[in-house]
């Protein structure tokens, strides 16, 4: 089998073009799985006539792939516009009473309170969907209104597996869907935390400023955390969702094969020049590169960076600007780790990201690492990716973990078997629907398939809808379900993978979790 071979440079690459074959082309490369029907679906460094790209019993999943990138990019535009009004609606019922009869009352009344979008009051969707804020009780500061006090116990508390401060990533990984005044406002006025900034950053790819993340810290002087986290797949964006279902990817020496799409999320190339992968990781450790503040960084560019890229496309893009910020935080706060979290593909960027300074030699930065929570987290490269991850934040303590709720369909992202490239690695802390975590190398029906788990699939699924009309009762107020919620729980009788990706499973989880017992017994 010839997934993609030697360009003559030691680099070898995948594309998958879904927009460039039509059903007909579909179905040749499904009968005959040659090159010359696949070629207008595929882009490869391999530039054999012959050979097959991929064996029969997967060609579906490709096709799978395909399919369903065709019909989001169909629907990208009615979905954006959707999105839009859905979400203008939310807050225009949020800021008049949260029901119709009272925004009906308001309107007559001439008190209608109208949503502005930017503002501390707009709230996404994910953030209606949970519209929680404040951090865990028992939260990394300990309980008590002494600001001072509860500040000097993150020295005690700052231990990457403790509970706490994987609540505080989840709820930064859901807070990273709103805007940045949004953001600012909670982390200052509820988590009594410093907000440092937020940004929206380039992906050339996609031509638009389509990455966002956000960067907090414990306390404005002296911090001992710092905070990085990212965006994830948004409801109704279509790039969000192509992304997840590619399978397109650029194979580094020593490094491996990485997903395509979430390197030219975090701004480090762009399938559009393929060449661009390699000068953005490969060729940028000997020069120091002048950023618009005049701070010099000492690992980002070579001689050989077109002049066209420094730095207008560079400071623009996330890893860059994200990298710039942390080495001028870690500057000023000499105590201080740095944790990098996300939900979605959120999660994804939030593991490339250590993995870029890994390959950067970005050593200093890396001594700095406390660790990496990823939520619903995308597999991100092959085994030899993990492999070479593994041995960098496994050693000589767990650094990366990953949570999984029960059946999201987003973990399973993209297909892994024992010939197939994508592979996940690190802890994985998986939670089934009564939230009894466990601790394992992968979670359950690790590619959503099978016939075998289809039955109790939707089975849970009508036990998590009836579970969210008593939360309350079984939990208490804090874990009241709202009506968008409920919403979502009957979409998942119809998918169960997508309702099980809401952030607010992912709360639930860190919040109600309890270790499986036999793995009790065994500590």
Not at 197 to 226: G, H, M
Not at 358 to 373: A, D, N, W, Y
């Amino acid at each position: 089998m010839a997934l993609a071979g030697d360009n003559g440079e030691g680099i070898k690459y995948l594309i998958v073009r879904p927009e460039n074959g039509g059903i007909l082309d579909l179905f040749r490369f499904l009968v005959s799985n040659n090159r010359t029907s696949a070629s207008k679906f595929f882009q490869s460094s391999d530039d054999d006539d012959g050979g097959e790209l991929f064996p029969a019993d997967h060609r579906w999943v490709i096709i799978v792939s395909i399919v369903m990138r065709k019909l989001i990019a169909v629907l990208g535009k009615p979905m954006e516009w959707t999105g839009y009004v859905f979400e203008f609606f939310l807050n225009l019922l949020s800021l008049n009473g949260n029901n119709v009869f009272a925004l009906i009352s308001n309107f007559f009344r001439g008190k209608m309170v109208m949503p502005r979008r930017g503002s501390e009051t707009f709230i996404s969707v994910i953030g209606h969907l949970d519209g929680r804020i404040d951090l865990d009780k028992n939260d990394l500061f300990g309980k008590g209104d002494d600001e001072h006090a509860s500040k000097e116990k993150i020295g005690i508390s700052m231990d990457v597996g403790n509970r706490a401060l994987v609540d505080l990533s989840m709820m930064a990984a859901k807070l990273a869907y709103e805007n940045a005044k949004v953001v600012k406002n909670v982390v200052n006025q509820h988590w009594k935390m410093h907000f440092v900034d937020f940004y929206n950053c380039w992906n050339e790819f996609q031509k638009e400023r389509s990455t966002q993340v956000f960067i907090l810290c414990d306390k404005p002087k002296d911090a001992n955390l710092i905070l990085i986290s990212f965006r994830g797949t948004e409801p109704f964006d279509a790039d969000d969702w192509i992304t997840d279902f590619d399978y397109s990817w650029y194979e580094f020496p020593k490094l491996g094969k990485v997903h395509m799409g979430f390197l030219e999320a975090l701004g480090l190339g762009s399938r559009g020049n393929t060449a661009t992968f390699s000068t953005e990781l490969l060729q940028m450790k000997s020069t120091k590169f002048t950023s618009s503040n005049g701070e010099q960084d000492q690992s980002s560019r070579s001689v050989d960076t077109p002049k066209k890229l420094i730095p207008d496309m560079a400071e623009m893009t996330a890893y860059f600007t994200v990298k710039s910020k942390l080495k001028q935080l870690l500057r000023k706060h000499k105590a201080a780790k740095f944790l990098v979290t996300g939900h979605s593909l959120g999660g994804a960027l939030a593991i490339l990201f250590p993995t870029v300074l890994v390959l950067h030699e970005e050593e200093e930065l890396m001594q700095r690492l406390l660790g990496v929570h990823t939520f619903g987290q995308p597999r991100i490269g092959d085994r030899q990716l993990g492999i070479y991850m593994e041995a960098r934040l496994e050693y000589p303590e767990p650094k990366y973990f990953r949570v999984v709720y029960c059946n999201d369909l987003v973990p399973r992202l993209p297909y892994d078997n024992k010939t197939w490239l994508y592979k996940h690695f690190g802890v994985c802390m998986y939670f089934n629907s009564l939230f009894i975590e466990q601790k394992v190398d992968e979670e359950p029906n690790k590619n959503y398939f099978g016939l075998r788990y289809l039955i109790p699939a939707y089975v849970n699924a009508g036990w998590e809808l009836i579970r969210s009309f008593i939360m309350d009762s079984m939990y208490g107020p804090e874990f009241r379900e709202g009506w968008l919620s409920i919403a979502l729980r009957v979409v998942g009788l119809i998918l169960p993978g997508l309702s099980a990706h809401s952030p607010a499973n992912y709360v639930n989880s860190i919040r109600l979790g309890r270790m499986n017992t036999s793995e009790m017994s065994a500590l």
